[in-house]
């Protein structure tokens, strides 16, 4: 199998961060970096005739990714036909159709307008009664390994240092489950539901071990109100204090930052 590399992850690490960081002037030029590079993996993956399979965020610093993947879609011919998509996550309860969820957000941003086949796109399904919602934790995991397991997954970050939404407090060791919100990231949400008594209290997301077993991860982090987050999981041990740190023990693994986000790395002020 062709070994497709992201150009960030070959750069050597910033000084004193742990995990190798790419710094762009401006969000919109990494996106597009990141977006030509995972299409890069797709178009090999389907030259090669194999699955291509990925891990997706949701959130509003994906979205250039996906406006790029979309118009290289439209205007480059790049198919989505062989790809198998697993979201990180979802609200729980919340309908499929509410305009908050992430089935929702996945189709309006990315789904509605490439040539993935439909049965080939996982997201944890935020109407699962609490009664079921271990067995549907443990489909979603059988279907990971089904499918091989990620080439590719990508993450937000959230300003509690949360990834997917594994808050605080999550074993490196958890798989997908049922989790309860932290109030900050309730808090963050709040505007979007119209009112913080609207956030869901408890969302369903993949595990971080889950995450980990993919062949390559690539964290995404822009604007100022990421950059302490973002320092923790660069310049602090490894801690489930800040579950995107215990992203230090993975082989390949890179960060794409804006400058805002990276403004709080001693050196970057240093
Ligand atoms: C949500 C998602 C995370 C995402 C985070 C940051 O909590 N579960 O996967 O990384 O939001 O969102 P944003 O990109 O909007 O800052």
Not at 218 to 246: M, N, Q, T, W
Request: net charge negative.
């Amino acid at each position: 199998m062709a070994k497709v590399t992201f150009v960030n992850v070959d750069r050597p690490a910033l000084e004193g961060v742990a995990i190798p960081a790419r710094v762009y002037k401006s969000s919109e030029e990494a996106v597009k970096d990141v977006a030509r590079n995972a299409a890069g993996l797709v178009e090999a993956r389907r030259q090669e005739g194999t699955p291509c399979v990925l891990g997706l965020p949701t959130g509003s610093t994906p979205v250039g990714v996906y406006r790029e993947l979309v118009r290289m879609h439209r205007d480059e011919g790049l198919s989505f036909n062989h790809a198998i998509t697993f979201n990180l996550d979802e609200y729980l309860p919340i309908p499929n159709d509410d305009p908050n969820s992430f089935q929702q957000f996945m189709r309006d941003q990315f789904f509605n307008h490439v040539d993935v086949k439909e049965n080939n796109l996982h997201i944890p399904d935020g109407t699962t009664p609490i009664a079921e919602v271990d067995r549907h934790a443990e489909e979603y995991e059988a279907a990971i390994a089904e499918a091989g397991g990620f080439d590719l997954m990508l993450l937000g970050i959230g300003r509690t240092g949360h990834i997917g939404f594994n808050e605080p407090g999550s074993a490196p060791d958890s798989r997908t489950r049922r989790v309860e919100l932290s109030a900050e990231t309730r808090h963050d949400a709040a505007k979007a539901f119209g009112g913080l008594d609207n956030v869901p209290t408890h969302a369903i997301t993949m595990g971080l071990q889950t995450m980990f077993q993919a062949e390559r991860i690539v964290l995404l982090a822009f604007g100022e109100h990421k950059a302490e987050a973002v320092r923790k999981a660069l310049e602090e041990p490894p801690s489930s204090d800040c579950p995107a740190s215990l992203l230090q023990r993975h082989e390949s693994v890179a960060f794409v930052l804006d400058e805002a986000a990276a403004s709080g790395l001693s050196r970057m002020s240093g």
